[in-house]
């Protein structure tokens, strides 16, 4: 069974909080104000858990994406940056499949703490 984790970004007077708790999962959301992102189930290649909304680097194709969940497919993906720009807001997520059975990108930040990171490079 997945281990269901969650992280919450409270801006810059709290920042990001990724809270333990005891089977009471209200102690996350007990701030106002949050933005929270699941833990995929999902670790990338050096072990680091995997949130919807970390950004990434992909080994195989050699490129900086941001994990999203595709909420037509159900499910998280590895999109690129320039369709994570593209796409924004839609819901339906055009990117790679994030699983076990191909090579896990490696989380280099988030979108809420790095937000320097989501500007494509030339």
């Not at 104000?33 to 995929?40: C, H, P, V």
Request: charge should be negative.
């Amino acid at each position: 069974m997945r281990e269901i984790k969650f992280r919450g970004w409270y801006g810059s007077k709290i920042g990001m909080m990724t809270p333990t708790f005891n089977g009471d999962i209200n102690k996350i959301f007990a701030e106002k104000d949050g933005i929270y992102m699941q833990f995929t189930g999902l670790k990338d290649r050096n072990g680091v858990d995997i949130y919807g909304g970390d950004i990434a680097l992909d080994p195989v194709k050699n490129i900086k994406g941001v994990i999203c969940y595709d909420s037509h497919q159900a499910r998280y993906k590895f999109v690129p940056l320039d369709l994570y720009h593209a796409n924004a807001g839609n819901g339906g997520w055009t990117g790679l499949e994030l699983n076990v059975n191909r090579r896990l990108p490696e989380v280099v930040g988030n979108i809420y703490e790095n937000p320097e990171l989501l500007i494509e490079e030339q």
